[in-house]
């Protein structure tokens, strides 16, 4: 599954950059996040480490997942990557999230991609996800355009 938002914010790039590069600020705009701690780096990992704990509910469903994420890019101001990297031997799908900010004429732009590689949910884990990305612009936004 691969999912794609945008949003556009009166703010600068680097006032908006700061609320996607630390997983740890994701709670406070985005519900399905309720939790995420940084955790210390395993040998191999390219960057900090976050526990993200995720948690959806679609009607009577509820879901939640914990996740071991990496940052694996990071660019200044600019660009981020986070993938999923367990440190147990077991295999488990993939959960990489690319975040980008570009400026505009006035204001900036968020482009985040996510993408699952498993196989749990389908079109019920994809209608969660739009209706969670439609009500968490509206709190990133407001967040980045008080700051």
Do not use: N, Q
């Amino acid at each position: 599954m691969d999912v794609t938002a945008e949003l556009d914010a009166r703010c600068s790039a680097p006032e908006l950059f700061k609320w996607v590069e630390d997983l740890e600020r994701y709670p406070s705009w985005l519900e399905i996040v309720p939790r995420a701690s940084s955790v210390e780096p395993a040998p191999g990992d390219e960057g900090p480490a976050w526990r993200v704990d995720l948690r959806g509910r679609m009607g009577p469903l509820a879901r939640s997942k914990r996740l071991r994420m990496v940052r694996t890019r990071h660019d200044p101001v600019s660009s981020v990557r986070f993938e999923r990297r367990e440190t147990d031997t077991r295999r488990h799908s993939d959960w990489i999230l690319d975040a980008d900010v570009v400026e505009l004429d006035e204001g900036c732009r968020l482009v985040m991609r996510l993408h699952y590689g498993g196989s749990f949910g389908g079109r019920i884990l994809e209608r969660m996800l739009g209706d969670e990305i439609r009500r968490s612009r509206t709190r990133l936004r407001e967040l980045v355009e008080a700051s």
